[in-house]
């Protein structure tokens, strides 16, 4: 199991540089949630990006996963009120269940002259996403692919799930999406 690492400063440079351990991409995925917002973003190499009007207050963030196709950091905000993280590659994931869950949102609400896209249900849940241009009313509900870490503890003989790690987004028919290399306007 990987271990736990300290972070002095969460924010936008942090998860910057982050983006080698667990993509060979320019982009990543980003699952934040803090007190204002829990959603989806994107981290590029210089900047991250969240929906309209969202600036997340790093020193409040409860949970955020960085993930992709190599990886996943998981970072929590322990009860000290320090940050702390954990990277789990999929080279270390070797005991590990692939599963497909369901993200909120069956419906689709484009936002203007933007990348952005607001899933929502009619019981008022929403989820913001940056794939205006990519994502189609039959891809939905997407789906979180998740692995289920499975460890062995050779004193009680039992195998069970010990950790989680975010690993895609896709959509209906589980094909994976990929994070918009181009966050400006209207991309």
Known sequence: MPNRTLIEQLNSTWLSQQLGDITANDTAWVF???????????VTKNDTYFPPK???????????????????????????GKHYARLW???EMTDAITEHHFLWGTEKKD????????LTEDRGTEIWLPLAKKLKDTDIPLRLRLKQIVTYDPITHIAGI??????????????????PADMSAGS
């Open 32 to 42: 934040l949630q803090e007190p204002a917002f829990i959603g989806f973003g994107v």
């Open 89 to 91: 590659t999929l080279k």
């Open 111 to 118: 936002i203007d002259n933007g990348p952005w896209t607001k």
């Open 54 to 80: 969202v600036n997340p207050d790093w020193t409040l963030t409860s949970d955020l996963r960085l993930f992709g196709e190599k990886g996943e950091w998981h970072v929590w905000r322990d009860w000290d």
């Open 162 to 179: 010990t950790d989680a790690a975010l690993i895609g987004l896709t959509k209906s028919d589980k094909s994976l999406l990929q994070p």
